[in-house]
């Protein structure tokens, strides 16, 4: 099969998996926070679907998958310039689809698939168009702080390969950015090393990061040094050295690191096809193993529902933060229930998203109480919420 039909095969497949997801998920706080609070350019994105399409979860969540999508075919175009062998770049495309963070950012609103989008856009301008892309600083300038880490590399990189373009359209971004937005440091020092490495590898699965990591500390042996790989590799060191110092917001950072895939991509398929075949038995091992380990993980993410048969404590489960106000709010208006004062007020925010705003008509707790509505919310015939809801007469 020729290599685009198959990729776009692979987007529809991916599209559909992804729709299919939405129906299972509920708003969560930090998504209700984007929406109901501070002005920012994600928020304006949402309401706009809302607006146009309702206020239902398909709407809610059509934005972060058009941006993933969006992201698909820019990584396609953006291999390119690394791999030019039949399918390379649908390996690659395929492998980050699969990946947890990707997944994740497809489908719940953050500025993480803002962001992967956006540099994304930024890697695809500059191997196709140079210093043009320089252009787009600006407008990133206004749409997230996080982006000082790409405006710091690429003044790093105008340095030190004596591109005076990039140094001063990169430091003068880095300079107004920081002056925006300011810069923060944790208060007291606390080194968080370890879980900075524990949710790299939670959103690229274990082998894929240490793969990615190893191909940016090759590349750096070798003095390969372009711009992506600056990015990439200055986004991932200051994640390190801030962990140091305090908790980090991996998910900030992600988005750099995906730029390594290509190169990633690249490396393997030059160690791999320029050895003999009785030779190449251990990458194929480490191939299988990192694709299976992909898969499980995606299994593990589109079947998630059925993982609460088997915890005793329903709120452990990974993407219970993501479940139950749906349901809650329909089984409420079922009973004619409107509004509530929830006592809670991330479930009070979740719940304005459904229609069931905040009164003093109603009171909605979990502490049990035989004289109250009863509302029980169960996933695959598991009960893992229950909820009491009683009338105040004034």
Known sequence: MRELPLFLLLVGINLLILIGQIQGLSIGY??????????????QIITL?????????????????????????LLYAISKFYVSG??????IVLIYMLLPGVTSAALIVDNAGLMIALVFLFAYGYLRFGRYALALFPLYIGIDPAFAYLFFATAIYGLYRKEWWY???????????????????????????????GIYAAIFSPIVFLYLFYVLYR???????????????????????????????????????????PMA????????????REFRGKYRLLFYSAFILLIINASVVFFNQWFYRFLKDPTRH???????????????KENHIYCVDANDKKLQLRLRFYGVTQCKMYHLTKKRNPKALKVTISYKNTPIFHAYVTKINK
């Not at 930090?30 to 928020?43: C, D, M, N, V």
């Not at 398909?58 to 075919?73: E, G, Q």
């Not at 107004?176 to 370890?194: A, D, M, Q």
Request: hydrophobic letters at 50%; proline letters at 3%.
């Open 265 to 276: 991509g690249e490396t393997f398929l030059h160690t791999y096809r320029i050895r003999l």
């Open 167 to 197: 140094g001063f359209v990169g430091g003068a971004s880095f300079i107004v950015s920081l002056y925006v937005y300011g810069i923060h440091v944790g208060g007291l020092p606390e080194s968080r090393f370890l879980d900075a490495f």
């Open 318 to 332: 990974f993407s219970y933060s993501m479940h139950i106000v749906k349901e809650l709010a329909g089984a409420l």
């Open 30 to 43: 930090h998504e209700a926070k984007i929406l109901y609070g501070e002005f920012s350019p994600l928020q």
């Open 86 to 91: 039949k399918n390379d770049r649908i390996w």
């Open 49 to 73: 679907s809302l607006h146009l399409f309702g206020q239902n979860d398909y709407a809610l969540r059509a934005p972060m998958i058009v941006l993933h999508l969006f992201s698909v075919f």
């Open 219 to 261: 590349r750096m042996i070798a003095k390969q040094w372009d711009l992506i790989w600056m990015i990439a590799m200055s986004a991932f060191v200051i994640s390190i050295l801030l962990s140091f110092r305090q908790k980090v917001e991996v998910q900030t950072f992600a988005p750099y690191l995906m730029l390594a895939l």
